[in-house]
C-alpha cells in the first residue's frame, strides 16, 4: 500500500535561514512525488513534482525538493526563509504505474517563519 | 480566470439531513476529485471521476455519493450526515488521471454535522 510520512508536525525557521520540510514515502514501484501548500482558508496550491531524472526538482516561489531512493524521501526545501512562506504543506505521492486518480497525501506540515 | 468553484463555503447540519456538495471547473478538465482534511491526517480521496461518465471509489466513500453531472461539474452528496463527516471538503480537477497530473484545487467547504 502507498503511504506518505511527514514526521514534523510543525517547523520552525527565522527569515533569511534554509529551510527544510521532511517526507518520506512508500510505494510498491516507482513514485511519483509531488509538494503542495496551502495557505489559510484557501485550496492546496501546487509547488513542484518529481517524475523522474533529475533528483533535484526546481517548483514554484523558490522551492526545490531532493529525491532520495535509496532513504525514500523527498524533503522539500528553501535555500533562505520568507515570512510569507508560513503555511501548511502537504507531500504526497502517486504510485508510477497507476492511471487512476489515487493521490496520497501526508498528514502536512505546518511551517512557521518568524521575522 | 475562476478555475475550480465549490458552493457553499460553510454548512452547518444536524445530524440525519442531507446535502449536496457543488463543484464546477472551467479549465476543460477531464478528471475531478473530492477529498476531505482532517487535522493530523492530511487529505483523504472520497471518489474521482476519471472522465464524464465514471466514478470510482477513493479511500473513504463510505456515507457519501458523486455524480459527475457533466465535464464540468462533479458533486458530493451525504443522504444521511453523521458527525464523523464534520470536516473540510475540497473538489480538485486535473487534466486527465495520468500519472503526472497536478491537481487543481477549490477553496473548500466547511462542514459541520452537530
Known amino acids: 500500500a502507498q503511504s506518505v510520512a511527514q514526521p514534523e508536525d510543525q517547523v520552525n525557521v527565522a527569515e533569511g535561514n534554509p529551510l527544510t520540510v521532511k517526507c518520506t514515502y512508500s510505494v510498491s514501484g516507482n513514485p511519483y512525488l509531488f509538494w503542495y501548500v496551502q495557505y489559510p482558508n484557501r485550496g492546496l496550491q501546487f509547488l513542484l513534482k518529481?517524475?523522474?531524472?533529475?533528483?533535484l526538482v526546481k517548483g514554484s516561489y523558490g522551492f526545490e525538493a531532493e529525491f532520495n531512493k535509496s532513504q525514500t524521501s523527498f524533503h522539500l526545501k528553501k535555500p533562505s526563509a520568507l515570512v510569507s512562506d508560513s503555511a501548511l504543506y502537504f507531500c504526497a505521492v502517486k504510485e508510477g504505474s497507476s492511471n487512476t486518480g489515487k493521490l496520497i497525501f501526508g498528514q502536512g506540515t505546518t511551517l512557521q517563519v518568524k521575522p | 480566470n475562476a478555475g475550480v468553484t465549490q458552493t457553499p463555503k460553510f454548512q452547518v447540519l444536524k445530524t440525519g439531513q442531507s446535502m449536496t456538495l457543488q463543484c464546477a471547473q472551467d479549465m476543460n478538465h477531464n478528471s475531478m476529485y473530492w477529498y476531505r482534511q482532517d487535522p493530523g491526517m492530511g487529505l483523504r480521496l472520497i471518489y474521482y471521476?476519471?472522465?464524464?461518465?465514471?466514478?470510482d471509489k477513493g479511500e473513504v466513500p463510505n456515507g457519501y455519493n458523486v455524480s459527475r453531472l457533466n465535464k464540468r461539474e462533479f458533486s458530493l452528496r451525504l443522504e444521511s450526515a453523521a458527525p464523523s463527516q464534520t470536516s473540510v471538503y475540497f473538489c480538485?480537477?486535473?487534466?486527465?488521471?495520468?500519472?503526472?497530473?497536478?491537481?487543481?484545487f477549490g477553496s473548500g467547504t466547511q462542514l459541520s454535522v452537530l
Open positions: 480538485a480537477s486535473s487534466p486527465k488521471t495520468g500519472r503526472g497530473e497536478k491537481l487543481f
Open positions: 471521476s476519471a472522465s464524464e461518465g465514471t466514478t
Open positions: 518529481y517524475i523522474t531524472g533529475d533528483n
